[in-house]
């Protein structure tokens, strides 16, 4: 049996390369469809190397959140019945099978069934990494532990950028075929990381595998101490929540919708969906084009394509400091107040 480790920042750090392959493929794409290999390989038009029509380019960019949409749908599910961790591992195989698809395209339906398989990865991974992050972390760090999915992000996107931008002074298909191939490293970490960290402790319970749970939770939380209060005060509030869990089974999803659960299924459907909306994905996939518009080309385009990648990753460091002490909901409003206020 493979030996676990409990050091629930070892945890995070491998649990959110789950994020990174978001990040990989957002900066993977942003950075290659300026590229001439890319546009080359997979022109529409009549005239060469103007790269697939406008509604197509749009297709290709979208078929990966269409594979996360769906995966959405039954990551839940999924994670119930096969536990976090395993569900985490199966994205990370799903993520690799679509990588090789996308870097072997041959065409542009075969690039859009790589694309929604990554999706497809990326909504597991995307739903179960903070969930898996929470029902391990301590109550004081979990606010910047859940954080670091997001870091994992925006350094998934950085570092694509450059290599996809290394990789664009190759030529023909070579150009966008590396760094699509080069997605699946990280998910190959995550896979075998994931071995050597625990189960979560609420899963387990919610199996009656009580045992199990107690240990994981010595491990995490007691540093090995059985008699740790932690250890007992968080079982306790797992038994808790098990509780609840029972008394809500009979409870349907109509119940969402009542005066007594409306505003907080309001604040938790359009926080996501505000937040998908406010314009940024824009900036995130097609900023080589908006530069590309602002008359920049070559080197010059991508560097300065760069710029708001870099900045993403230095600007997501106060919140994973400040979260946890001024609140999420202080951290939200001036996140979205800058992020108005750059956008306008």
């Given at each position: 049996m493979?030996?676990?480790?409990?050091?629930?920042?070892?945890?995070a750090g491998?649990?959110v390369?789950?994020?990174a392959?978001f990040g990989f493929?957002?900066?993977?794409m942003?950075a290659?469809?300026?590229?001439k290999?890319?546009?080359?390989?997979f022109?529409q038009?009549?005239?060469?190397?103007?790269?697939?029509?406008?509604?197509v380019?749009?297709g290709?960019?979208a078929?990966?959140a269409g594979?996360?949409?769906?995966?959405s749908l039954?990551?839940?599910?999924l994670?119930?019945r096969i536990g976090?961790?395993?569900?985490i591992?199966t994205?990370?195989?799903?993520?690799v099978?679509?990588?090789?698809i996308?870097?072997a395209?041959?065409?542009?339906a075969?690039l859009?069934?790589?694309r929604?398989i990554?999706g497809?990865?990326v909504?597991?991974a995307?739903a179960q990494?903070p969930?898996?992050?929470?029902?391990?972390?301590?109550?004081?760090k979990?606010?910047?532990?859940v954080?670091m999915?997001?870091w994992?992000?925006?350094?998934g996107?950085l570092?694509?950028?450059?290599?996809s931008?290394?990789?664009?002074?190759?030529?023909?298909p070579t150009?966008?075929?590396v760094p699509w191939?080069?997605q699946m490293?990280p998910?190959?970490i995550?896979?075998?990381g994931?071995?050597?960290l625990?189960?979560?402790?609420r899963w387990l319970?919610?199996?009656?595998?009580w045992?199990?749970c107690?240990?994981v939770?010595?491990?995490?939380?007691g540093?090995g101490d059985?008699?740790s209060?932690l250890?007992?005060d968080?079982?306790?509030?797992?038994?808790e929540?098990?509780?609840i869990?029972r008394q809500s089974?009979q409870t349907?999803?109509?119940e969402l919708f009542?005066?007594?659960?409306i505003n907080?299924?309001h604040?938790?459907?359009f926080?996501?969906?505000w937040?998908?909306?406010?314009?940024m994905?824009?900036?995130?996939?097609?900023?080589s084009?908006?530069?590309?518009?602002?008359?920049?080309?070559?080197n010059t385009?991508l560097?300065?394509s760069?710029?708001q990648?870099?900045i993403?990753?230095?600007?997501?460091v106060?919140?994973?400091?400040?979260?946890?002490k001024?609140?999420r909901?202080?951290t939200?409003l001036v996140g979205?107040?800058?992020m108005?206020?750059?956008l306008?």
């Amino acid at each position: 049996m493979v030996k676990q480790y409990g050091n629930i920042y070892l945890i995070a750090g491998i649990s959110v390369i789950g994020g990174a392959l978001f990040g990989f493929d957002i900066s993977s794409m942003s950075a290659i469809i300026a590229g001439k290999g890319y546009l080359c390989y997979f022109n529409q038009g009549d005239e060469p190397c103007l790269g697939p029509r406008s509604e197509v380019q749009g297709g290709i960019t979208a078929s990966m959140a269409g594979g996360s949409w769906l995966a959405s749908l039954c990551s839940g599910f999924l994670a119930d019945r096969i536990g976090r961790k395993k569900a985490i591992m199966t994205a990370a195989v799903i993520w690799v099978i679509g990588s090789i698809i996308v870097s072997a395209s041959q065409n542009i339906a075969m690039l859009i069934v790589g694309r929604v398989i990554n999706g497809f990865s990326v909504g597991i991974a995307s739903a179960q990494v903070p969930v898996y992050i929470t029902e391990l972390a301590p109550p004081a760090k979990r606010g910047r532990l859940v954080g670091m999915q997001q870091w994992a992000i925006t350094w998934g996107i950085l570092i694509m950028f450059f290599i996809s931008y290394g990789c664009s002074f190759l030529n023909g298909p070579t150009a966008f075929r590396v760094p699509w191939a080069l997605q699946m490293i990280p998910a190959i970490i995550l896979f075998f990381g994931m071995m050597i960290l625990p189960e979560s402790p609420r899963w387990l319970a919610t199996k009656n595998r009580w045992e199990e749970c107690e240990q994981v939770l010595v491990l995490t939380l007691g540093k090995g101490d059985s008699n740790s209060p932690l250890v007992a005060d968080e079982l306790k509030d797992i038994k808790e929540w098990l509780e609840i869990e029972r008394q809500s089974q009979q409870t349907s999803y109509l119940e969402l919708f009542s005066p007594r659960y409306i505003n907080r299924t309001h604040i938790g459907l359009f926080m996501q969906i505000w937040s998908q909306l406010c314009g940024m994905n824009v900036m995130m996939y097609y900023i080589s084009y908006v530069f590309a518009m602002a008359g920049l080309t070559g080197n010059t385009l991508l560097i300065s394509s760069s710029i708001q990648y870099i900045i993403n990753v230095v600007m997501t460091v106060p919140a994973l400091l400040f979260v946890d002490k001024i609140g999420r909901r202080t951290t939200l409003l001036v996140g979205s107040t800058l992020m108005m206020t750059w956008l306008f």
